[in-house]
């Protein structure tokens, strides 16, 4: 079974968000575990409806562990990564004090940046919900973020494993080596894949997927930085018997592009971006401030012909150093959905300079 969600700023997809999501905590009969980089609502409706859908279902002895992303130091430093506030160990230990969920804090040198929940994932029900949102007011209502629910005890095999080694160590250091694989799921391929352990195999996946498109490539992503991924896209761009639009988040990638402009050793990064950008959508986000609007194109897709590659890895050099999850749909109907959801995102976002 697998189902998806996804929207864009001006939609107010909010509560359905959250009350999708507490149908699925309710759900639980055995166990939920959770890896989450920024969870932190505090809008009250929806602060109630999934704090107390996990408190609830902690206390009739079901195993609830959090472990989120405690990688502060560095995360500002980090070229590409999603820019956060801090303020979500404070939400977490506030709001679960008292209760039987478990939470951990994760650390490492870069960032736990997973955003998954799996439910009863060593049963025959097991399921995952997985995707590119955080758990925020600002993610589920002005970014453009998508999600994929997927039922599949084969493919929580998996996302347990990466829990397993993220909870027992604490820090995301050796985690996900040698964590991927494929599972059917309703007849159709889908392969899963986590770093940093196998970080590198996805910026390669992601390429290799780019080089082999015949017919269509769909880009949404918050920003594109790894070196790999943009010479595939200049690549794709030059093939006119493929269809190709791309999105990315303006303001991000303004400032990646100050980087590379500062240091020699970008230029053929930022010789490669030069080329690729005129044929790019672009979001001008809200420049970042703790206390400021998150308003970021935070999507991380790419649909080549018939394959979808989704989760919470950003297209970017430091994301393959980073606690992530990928999975590879490669199913015509689903790639059909995603490609009119970026197609209706492009729409709505100005082209961006040459």
């Given at each position: 079974?697998?189902?998806?969600?996804?929207?864009?700023?001006?939609?107010?997809?909010?509560?359905?968000?959250?009350?999708?999501?507490a149908?699925?905590?309710?759900?639980?009969?055995?166990?939920?575990?959770?890896?989450?980089?920024?969870?932190?609502?505090?809008?009250?409706?929806?602060?109630?409806?999934?704090?107390?859908?996990?408190?609830?279902?902690?206390?009739?002895?079901?195993?609830?562990?959090?472990a989120?992303?405690?990688?502060?130091?560095?995360?500002?430093?980090?070229?590409?990564?999603d820019?956060a506030?801090?303020?979500?160990?404070?939400?977490?230990?506030?709001?679960?004090a008292?209760?039987r969920?478990?939470?951990?804090?994760?650390?490492?040198?870069?960032?736990?940046?997973?955003?998954?929940?799996?439910?009863?994932?060593?049963?025959?029900?097991?399921?995952?919900w997985?995707?590119?949102?955080?758990?925020?007011?600002?993610?589920?209502?002005?970014?453009?973020?998508?999600?994929?629910i997927?039922?599949?005890?084969?493919l929580?095999?998996?996302?347990?494993?990466d829990?397993?080694?993220?909870?027992?160590?604490?820090?995301?250091?050796?985690?996900?080596?040698?964590?991927?694989?494929?599972?059917r799921?309703?007849?159709?391929?889908?392969?899963?894949?986590?770093?940093?352990?196998?970080?590198?195999?996805?910026d390669?996946?992601?390429?290799?997927?780019?080089?082999?498109?015949?017919?269509?490539?769909?880009?949404?992503?918050?920003?594109?930085?790894?070196?790999?991924?943009?010479?595939?896209?200049?690549?794709?761009?030059?093939?006119?018997?493929?269809?190709?639009?791309?999105v990315?988040?303006?303001?991000?990638?303004?400032?990646?592009?100050?980087?590379?402009?500062?240091s020699?050793?970008?230029?053929?990064?930022?010789?490669?971006?030069?080329?690729?950008?005129?044929?790019?959508h672009?979001?001008?986000?809200?420049?970042y401030?703790?206390?400021?609007?998150?308003?970021?194109?935070?999507?991380?897709?790419?649909?080549?012909d018939?394959?979808?590659?989704?989760?919470?890895?950003?297209f970017?050099?430091?994301?393959?150093?980073?606690?992530?999850?990928?999975?590879?749909?490669?199913?015509?109907?689903?790639?059909?959905?995603?490609?009119?959801?970026?197609?209706?995102i492009?729409?709505?976002?100005?082209?961006?300079?040459?």
């Amino acid at each position: 079974m697998f189902e998806h969600l996804f929207w864009q700023e001006g939609d107010q997809k909010q509560e359905a968000v959250a009350q999708k999501l507490a149908q699925f905590i309710e759900g639980a009969r055995h166990s939920l575990h959770l890896a989450i980089f920024d969870f932190r609502l505090q809008d009250e409706t929806l602060r109630g409806t999934v704090v107390d859908a996990l408190k609830s279902r902690a206390a009739t002895g079901i195993q609830v562990r959090i472990a989120f992303d405690h990688t502060r130091a560095a995360r500002k430093t980090q070229l590409g990564s999603d820019p956060a506030p801090r303020g979500t160990q404070a939400f977490i230990e506030e709001v679960f004090a008292g209760s039987r969920v478990q939470v951990r804090p994760i650390t490492g040198s870069h960032l736990m940046h997973n955003k998954y929940l799996i439910r009863d994932g060593n049963t025959a029900e097991g399921a995952v919900w997985t995707g590119s949102a955080n758990w925020t007011d600002d993610a589920w209502t002005v970014q453009e973020n998508n999600i994929a629910i997927i039922q599949s005890r084969d493919l929580c095999f998996f996302y347990e494993r990466d829990f397993g080694e993220l909870w027992t160590t604490g820090d995301i250091q050796n985690t996900g080596l040698g964590d991927l694989g494929s599972v059917r799921i309703e007849g159709h391929e889908l392969d899963v894949v986590f770093s940093p352990g196998e970080g590198r195999r996805i910026d390669h996946d992601v390429a290799y997927y780019l080089g082999a498109a015949h017919r269509r490539v769909r880009l949404c992503a918050m920003v594109v930085s790894s070196g790999a991924v943009l010479g595939a896209l200049t690549d794709v761009i030059q093939n006119p018997a493929v269809d190709f639009i791309g999105v990315v988040d303006a303001t991000q990638m303004r400032g990646v592009e100050e980087d590379w402009s500062r240091s020699p050793a970008s230029a053929p990064k930022l010789k490669l971006w030069n080329a690729l950008k005129p044929h790019l959508h672009g979001k001008h986000s809200h420049p970042y401030r703790d206390d400021g609007i998150h308003d970021f194109m935070h999507n991380k897709i790419l649909v080549a012909d018939d394959v979808v590659v989704t989760g919470s890895f950003n297209f970017s050099e430091n994301a393959t150093r980073n606690a992530e999850n990928i999975v590879a749909f490669h199913n015509r109907t689903v790639a059909d959905a995603y490609t009119a959801f970026i197609d209706k995102i492009a729409a709505t976002y100005p082209q961006l300079p040459g």
